[in-house]
């Protein structure tokens, strides 16, 4: 099936199965008949979008989103506003959304990202409400059994049929993984945990009807899992690690890595960064398509955009909240000079790290098409509030790309 085709036929086969009662017949039937329409992973890679520059939204199931601000238009983070946001996305085209596995928030005058929804039952929620979106869950590998999980994925696979992806965390949080009574552990270990239940999902995904896995960490004994992801493929698989085992991993599993870009990463760079895990990848016979996560102020004009981001992100940023999260990480005066920590405190607030996107339509759409000019194949944006925020940015800067030749329309 050609990619392009597809958005078409999805639609079509789609808009019948999620018409109610009879859609659901249909849907069931084509579960016991293995009858669902054959989807290829690369038609999934594509997220079922010709479009060369992919665009998403990151964070919406936390409460503020990614904006460490006390501003009282911060995202709810509620189920209402997920679902209104992911009904507006898929309508304008949006290709993916992509939740954050967080437990325990980060405290501060908001309790930032204290109130999280929690991202599997969120996807699947989406899924049933959308016709194109991809929706992600994103899984920290050892809070949970893999068995458990790959049955998870494949129902909301089924559901969304063929629109669910999985983001594999492994976790760096101590006081997340207090609360399940499990030990973070050391970063290599987490990442040779990783391995083993992926490689167990994948076992369960496969075409084989019954499997054993013995490994350093998990023992299958006769395991089964029926039915298999929807449609004679797999749910797309993305990674975020960013240390060289983080990236090792990102690049032997998954279809998407995504990379943190500062805005003191050059342009040349980050086309450097692109080319050599997709190098990379390919040595290993695999494709490797390569998103980083952007926060999306864009206003009339300059001078409003800017004083916005200011407002927000300065003058009302949560800086307790900020100063825990760095804590977390050991990021303190002390241990990163007075310098250092200021200029980490800033990039903080600004959306835990993503790339200021401050600015008119027009600089929005060049600074973003940069990226794609130098290999860049999408990117997931933040909102201090996506709802009221998304309108503009869908109205402005999508017709924008499309002229710049990123996007259809
Ligand atoms: C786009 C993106 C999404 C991420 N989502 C989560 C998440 O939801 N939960 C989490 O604990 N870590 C998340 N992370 C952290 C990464 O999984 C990873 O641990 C981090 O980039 C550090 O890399 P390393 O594990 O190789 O040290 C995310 C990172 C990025 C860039």
């Not at 594509?46 to 460490?68: D, I, Q």
């Not at 960013?242 to 500062?262: E, K």
């Not at 300059?302 to 999260?325: F, G, K």
């Not at 002390?334 to 600089?363: I, S």
Request: hydrophobic letters at 40%.
């Amino acid at each position: 099936m050609n990619p392009v085709n597809a958005p078409l036929c999805l639609t079509i086969v789609i808009s019948t199965i999620s018409s109610g009662v009879a859609g659901n017949l249909v849907a069931n039937k084509g579960i016991e008949a293995g009858m669902e329409r054959e989807i290829e992973l690369g038609e999934r890679a594509a997220m079922y979008s010709a479009n060369r520059l992919k665009l998403g939204l990151f964070g919406a199931n936390c409460s503020s989103g990614r904006a460490v601000t006390m501003l009282p238009e911060r995202w709810s983070g509620s189920w209402p506003d997920c679902l209104r946001l992911a009904q507006m996305a898929d309508d304008a085209g949006i290709e993916f959304m992509l939740p954050i596995g967080r437990w325990k928030g980060y405290g501060g005058d908001t309790d930032y990202q204290g109130a999280t929804l929690e991202t599997m039952t969120w996807a699947c929620g989406l899924l049933a409400s959308t016709r194109r979106l991809t929706v992600f869950g994103t899984v920290h590998a050892p809070l949970i059994s893999p068995l458990i999980a790959a049955k998870e994925f494949v129902t909301a696979d089924h559901i969304g049929e063929g629109r669910f992806g999985l983001n594999v965390v492994c976790g760096w949080n101590e006081g997340e993984f207090e609360m399940f009574g499990a030990t973070l552990g050391d970063h290599k270990t987490r990442y040779e945990y990783a391995q083993e239940w992926l490689d167990v999902i994948k076992l369960a995904w496969s075409p084989k009807e019954d499997f054993d896995f013995a490994g350093r960490f998990i023992m299958v004994k006769k395991g089964r899992a029926k039915p298999k992801p929807y449609g004679g493929s797999r749910p797309l698989i993305m990674n975020a690690g960013a240390s060289p085992t983080g990236q090792a991993f990102a690049i032997r599993n998954s279809d998407a890595l995504f990379s943190n870009v500062s805005s003191s990463t050059t342009l040349d760079q980050t086309g450097q960064h692109i080319k050599s895990v997709q190098a990379l990848a390919e040595q290993q016979g695999r494709r490797l398509d390569v998103y980083t996560v952007g926060v999306v102020t864009c206003r009339p004009t300059a001078r409003e955009a800017e004083d916005y981001w200011h407002h927000s992100i300065v003058d009302n940023a949560d800086w307790r909240a900020v100063d825990n999260i760095l804590a977390m990480r050991n990021i303190t005066p002390e241990t990163h000079g007075v310098d250092e920590f200021q200029r980490l405190r800033n990039h903080q607030a600004n959306g835990m790290g993503g790339l200021p996107l401050v600015g008119a339509p027009d600089t929005i759409a060049l600074k973003i098409s940069e990226l794609a000019a130098v290999g860049l194949t999408g990117i997931a944006v933040s909102f201090v509030n996506y709802l009221d925020e998304l309108p503009y940015f869908c109205a402005e800067v999508l017709p924008r790309l499309a002229r710049l030749g990123l996007r259809e329309k």
